[in-house]
């Protein structure tokens, strides 16, 4: 009886000291910084007005922005990483017209990376990738671009395949957000403007 309560404690001891050592190698540089954070301009209940080259208007609201973090497990290694993981959605108040965009922020990649995904009334969406945090010296940074009689000045654009009619370029400013994507029949979306909730 001795015997068995010196092994239990023995066991104990072994799986508490390798509990220690799990917790030891979590890797907090997975977190998003404060800097990238801000590089989503939106919040919930902001409003976009997007108009396209044929004068059609598309209403679109933020319905949701949220923060998590989680453990995430490496592949089958022992690691685990606190994992930070920001999305928003953002929807068209039309319900004939669906679409939305679908923006996630996540740091389990090296570096951390900002996808966009655009889901067009249609037409085929597309999918843009962006390392953060964004900065000039990004090979898909544009010093300015005229969009809908108005100058932007640091914007992200990323470009796909253009194929069928499907969107095959986006363009992304930190102080707007989605400002503009192109479609490969020739057609665009432009944002005319935007009802900040806060």
């Not at 685990?80 to 004939?96: F, G, P």
């Not at 900065?135 to 940074?141: I, V």
């Amino acid at each position: 009886m001795k015997v068995t309560r010196i092994y239990v404690i023995i066991v104990l001891g072994i799986v508490f000291l390798q509990q220690g050592c799990f917790k030891d190698k979590i890797d907090e540089e997975r977190l998003l910084t404060d800097e990238m954070k801000s590089q989503n301009p939106y919040h919930k209940q902001d409003k976009l007005y997007f108009e396209s080259n044929n004068a059609k208007e598309y209403i679109l609201d933020v319905s949701f922005r949220t923060n998590e973090i989680f453990e995430y497990q490496n592949g089958n290694y022992a690691t685990n990483y606190l994992v930070e993981l920001e999305k928003t959605s953002i929807n068209s108040l039309d319900t004939s017209q669906q679409c939305g965009f679908w923006l996630e922020m996540v740091g389990y990649d090296r570096p951390p990376r900002l996808t966009l995904y655009f889901d067009p009334p249609s037409k085929v969406g597309m999918t843009a990738y962006f390392d953060l945090p964004l900065n000039k010296d990004r090979p898909e940074f544009v010093d300015s671009v005229y969009i809908n009689e108005k100058w932007h000045y640091g914007v992200y654009v990323e470009e796909n395949a253009k194929v069928d009619s499907n969107a095959y370029r986006l363009y992304y400013s930190t102080e707007l957000g989605i400002i503009k994507i192109d479609f490969s029949d020739d057609s665009t979306w432009e944002l005319k403007k935007i009802e900040w909730a806060e």
